[in-house]
């Protein structure tokens, strides 16, 4: 194997993905000497990254038609200092993670100055927007999947692909002595967990719902108790606000949603990857999803999967309750928290199911095949 230090740009801006980008670039870095430029969260900024002054990762964290219009002058200065960076450093390979429509710009441009390309997370072409399928033939080198649906798909278009699977294959609950005695709580309460998200939007979005919700529950069960766990300070900040005019019982921490996920047998989860850990955790998940009308009367147009969260999607059935925009309704999941709570034990055989379907190859595997390029 070559000495020459490994040149790596990488773009892993969203929380789930820089969990994603800093595991395969500890797996790149057990092999292989490198250096990294570009963008991420805490995670892969932790592994050391060069990134140009004055640039946070969590402004690429928009969701929607309209968030990513509103922030197009700021999306725009940091994709201009991100390609410069990537071309004054000589490259040898990038990595997006997650984030498609982002990272296509620099697999298009990367991969016309002969850089290979990786995008880790595939696009959801099985769901919607089929035609990006020509873009990601044409502009990357490799796809990595999380799922092995996923995989089969680009397997069946004759596409270079690899089944990474999804690091919660590996996700065991902590013990709920643990739990509850790390965060001080009193193991007699009925816990739920709410997670809502890991955007500022999502959070504006969803938390008032969510409130109204967690009220009608706690009117009906006042043993009920509401664990809420922030992905980082700045948004714990902004969940506080939401939740000043609330008489509810409960704690809000950061970093904590794997350990209140493995004490609570029902989520409230915005869906994305937060509903997959919530139900690989065995905590049943109610998927919401809300966003403004305009946004939803063209992304509903462009839906081909009847299925919106992960474990449905996985499992390739309406196992777990989804409520999508207007069907959104304190009431609406208070109705499915009661038909939840009548024998959560059913679900058991179809949680182990999905475990088995998100394990995969594993990043050393990826490492390996990522360094043959």
Avoid at 131 to 138: E, M
Avoid at 210 to 231: C, G, H, T, V, W
């Amino acid at each position: 194997m070559p000495t020459k230090k490994l040149k790596i740009g990488i773009i892993a801006a969203e929380h789930s993905g820089d969990r994603l980008g800093a595991n395969l670039l500890t797996a790149l870095k057990d092999l292989h000497e490198v250096e990294i430029f570009g963008l991420g969260g805490p995670e892969v900024c932790s592994l050391g990254i060069s990134t140009p002054s004055g640039m946070n990762y969590q402004d690429l964290q928009v969701m929607g038609l309209i968030d990513p219009l509103l922030k197009l002058p700021k999306l725009l200065s940091i994709r201009k200092k991100l390609s410069k960076l990537f071309e004054e450093q000589k490259i040898d390979i990038f990595i997006g993670v997650d984030s498609p429509d982002f990272n296509m710009f620099f697999h298009k441009i990367l991969k016309g100055h002969g850089i290979k390309t990786v995008q880790v997370v595939s696009p959801s072409v099985w769901g919607w927007r089929e035609n990006r399928i020509k873009a990601i033939s044409s502009f990357i080198d490799l796809t990595m999947c999380l799922f092995q649906f996923e995989h089969d798909y680009y397997q069946a278009k004759e596409m270079n692909s690899f089944f990474l699977g999804h690091p919660f294959s590996e996700l065991k609950p902590t013990a709920s002595n643990d739990v509850l005695e790390k965060y001080k709580l009193n193991g007699s309460l009925d816990f739920t967990c709410i997670l809502p998200g890991s955007r500022k939007s999502e959070i504006l979005h969803m938390m008032p719902i969510f409130i109204q919700a967690a009220e009608r529950i706690y009117d009906l069960n006042p043993n009920a108790f509401f664990l809420i766990p922030a992905a980082n300070n700045e948004l714990k900040a902004l969940i506080q606000t939401t939740l000043e005019k609330t008489s509810l019982n409960y704690q809000l921490t950061t970093s904590a949603a794997k350990d209140y996920l493995s004490i609570s047998k029902i989520s409230i989860v915005t869906s994305g990857t937060a509903s997959l850990e919530a139900a690989v955790l065995g905590s049943l998940p109610i998927i919401c999803y809300k966003t403004n009308t305009f946004n939803y009367a063209i992304l509903s147009r462009m839906i081909k999967t009847p299925f919106i969260g992960l474990p449905n999607l996985l499992l390739q059935q309406h196992l777990f309750p989804e409520l999508v925009q207007h069907e959104l309704t304190d009431e609406a999941i208070v109705s499915h928290y009661k038909k939840l709570s009548l024998n959560p034990h059913q679900y058991q055989p179809h949680i182990e199911e999905m475990n088995s379907a998100i394990k995969g190859k594993g990043f050393k595997e990826a490492a390996r095949l990522l360094l043959s390029l």
